[in-house]
């Protein structure tokens, strides 16, 4: 079975190495390993041309795969990496099974609420807004709820781990665990 | 040809009433609307579960569509909602036109660049890296490649509005030109 590896660990400086770490695991556990940068756009290619064939290179290796197990860790604010969770979505609407693991425990309520320096209220329906009268998703979940909603309905799980701040995108105790229950549930 | 409505509108005050506005004007550009909200969840569902079932609701509203016009207008943070991202990538997942509409017209690298302070350094191998050392896709996009190469690369579009502030999730009139487009490209 091949898996796909989503994360914003492709932003990191040692992509490469953190990448060979994630393969080797996955091999390991028993799986394909398929990752976004296995197949890379034509080195012609500048500007949003490239940007456009490497989405097409990445689609086409999830086409590729059987399941995902996606890095939700919140990125450049408090939602996971907008990248991977197209991706999360994709291959569910492809049907597949699909994992996640986050490097941040505090969940999305939390998170949502520390953004609006904890200036919620109540409105009359009982629906918690932030100063900016929007809507907080009130769950108990690792973020907007078809994120969780799409794996956990699927019979996947999302794994919490509190990486220590300088291992955010690079300490993989989520995504092995990800993989040890993935093997659990699909191998065998 | 029946149309998934994405968007964050649905944690608005007035989400009814945007969501109502939507749907009129799909239904006048040849359409049938389809909006999350328009099957509930079980009202006895209290809690995760109701998050859940939510997103079960959701997913089965998108396996009934043809395509999706999605709200990408940044929220909570400088990239789209990730529940809305999702479903765009459910959507192109299961092989179906997508368009997209941003009511903030300031693109992806310049809102990244933003979020650093403008401090940003091309390291050895001319990638571009923020403080953090994390690498800023340098592309003329709307956001993250995989959205906006997932809609373009399907022959859709993301019309780019500079809504006003107060207006940044109400303003339709990226929304009406998404729809005009789709009618021309996949009705007639």
């Known amino acids: 079975m091949k898996v796909y590896l989503a994360g914003p660990e492709v932003f990191l400086p ?18 394909v390993p398929v990752c976004p940068g296995d197949l890379e756009a034509p080195a012609s290619l500048r500007g949003k041309a490239r940007g456009l064939a490497t989405s097409e290179v990445n ?24 990248g991977t969770v197209y991706e999360l979505g994709f291959m569910c609407g492809r ?23 904890g200036e919620l209220a109540e409105d009359a329906h009982k629906a918690v807004r932030g100063p900016d009268s929007l809507e907080l998703e009130t769950y108990d979940m690792v973020d907007n709820l078809m994120l969780d909603g799409g794996i956990e309905n699927r019979g996947g799980v999302i794994v ?29």
């Not at 040692?14 to 799986?31: H, M, Q, S, Y």
């Not at 086409?63 to 996971?80: C, Q, V």
């Not at 220590?164 to 995108?169: E, N, S, V």
């Open 14 to 31: 040692n992509a490469r190495a953190i990448l060979d770490e994630k393969i080797e695991l996955t091999r390991l556990a028993g799986f």
């Open 59 to 82: 689609e086409r290796l999830m086409l590729s795969s059987d399941f995902i197990i996606a890095n939700l860790t919140p990125f450049r604010g408090i939602a996971a990496d907008v």
């Open 95 to 117: 049907g597949c099974p699909a994992y996640g693991f986050t490097n941040v425990a505090v969940g999305h309520f939390e998170r949502v609420r520390d953004y609006y320096g």
């Open 160 to 188: 919490r781990h509190a990486a220590a701040p300088d291992a955010l995108y690079t300490d993989l105790t989520g995504f092995k665990e990800c993989l040890a229950i993935a093997a659990r549930r699909l191998l065998g």
